[in-house]
């Protein structure tokens, strides 16, 4: 019996180092090396201001920077991959919001502009 109370207190010792120790652990050595999953305000950056003619010298095809309702995007990777063809290129390096809007464009679209965000125009 005396055998059995010891085994159990050796399995219940290792179950709890790993629910409340090792969680501590990995979570204090997270947070030392600044690899967290969580995001702090202190780590968000301020948005990158563009004036309009920062972003007007990007409009060729291998650079391509347009605006959205006074954010600034670089489409640049997406110019060959645009389903409209050229017509990305209408408003290279100016203001696009419009066409943007345009009733051509699916949701799609909105689900994958954040990715091109550069940042914002300054006013």
């Known amino acids: 019996m005396e055998i059995v109370t010891v085994v159990g207190s050796l399995i219940l010792g290792v179950l709890l180092l790993f629910l409340f120790i090792i969680p501590t652990f990995t979570n204090s050595s997270q947070s030392k090396t ?10 968000v950056k301020a948005p990158q201001k563009y004036t309009a003619t920062e972003v007007s010298s990007h409009n060729k095809r291998t650079d391509c920077w347009v ?9 640049t990777s997406y110019v060959e991959e645009h389903p409209g063809g050229d017509a990305i290129l209408t408003n290279a390096g100016g203001d696009s919001t419009e066409g943007f ?23």
């Open 34 to 43: 600044g690899h967290s999953n969580q995001t702090t305000k202190s780590a």
């Open 67 to 75: 605006i959205i309702k006074d954010k600034v995007y670089d489409v």
């Open 101 to 123: 809007y345009g009733p051509q464009h699916g949701t799609r679209v909105f689900d994958i502009i954040d990715d091109f965000c550069i940042g914002e125009l300054e006013q």
